[in-house]
C-alpha cells in the first residue's frame, strides 16, 4: 500500500471549477490506474474517473464526461482532477485512489490505497 495525499478541495458556486490534486507521500508513484471516486452523505461511494499510468488513457463516469478531467503531471509525480462546469450534486467527499490491476477499473474494491478525503462542496 501507499499513502495518498489530496489537496484541492472546497466551496464553490454552481457553474465553477475547482482542481484537486493527488500525490503520494514521500515516494514515486507506483500503480497500474490512478482513480478518483467520491462519498456523499449517506451514499455509497462512486467512481468518478480513472487513468492508466502506463499510457495515460483515461475513463469517466457518464455523470461527469465532458466536465471532468484526469491527468498526472509526472515531472511533478501528481495526479489531478479538474472539474468544471460543477453542479450542486457533484457535491461530495473526493478520494483519490491506486490500484495495481489493468483495466478500466471503477469499483472501490479493485483499489488497495486510498487518499485521505477532500470536501467538495457546490452550493446553487
Known amino acids: 500500500q501507499v499513502q495518498l495525499v489530496e489537496s484541492g478541495g472546497g466551496l464553490v458556486q454552481a457553474g465553477g471549477s475547482l482542481r484537486l490534486s493527488c500525490a503520494p507521500a514521500?515516494?514515486?508513484?507506483?500503480?497500474?490506474?490512478i482513480g478518483w471516486f467520491r462519498q456523499a452523505p449517506g451514499m455509497e461511494r462512486e467512481f468518478v474517473a480513472g487513468l492508466r499510468w502506463a499510457s495515460s488513457n483515461t475513463f469517466y463516469s457518464d455523470s461527469v464526461k465532458g466536465r471532468f478531467t484526469i491527468v498526472k503531471d509526472n515531472a511533478k509525480n501528481t495526479v489531478y482532477l479538474q472539474m468544471n462546469s460543477l453542479k450542486p450534486e457533484d457535491t461530495a467527499v473526493y478520494y483519490c485512489?491506486?490500484?495495481?490491476?489493468?483495466?478500466?477499473?471503477?469499483?472501490?474494491?479493485?483499489?488497495?490505497?486510498w487518499g485521505q478525503g477532500t470536501q467538495v462542496t457546490v452550493s446553487s
Open positions: 485512489a491506486r490500484s495495481l490491476f489493468l483495466g478500466d477499473r471503477t469499483v472501490p474494491r479493485d483499489y488497495d490505497s
Open positions: 514521500g515516494r514515486i508513484f507506483s500503480a497500474s490506474t
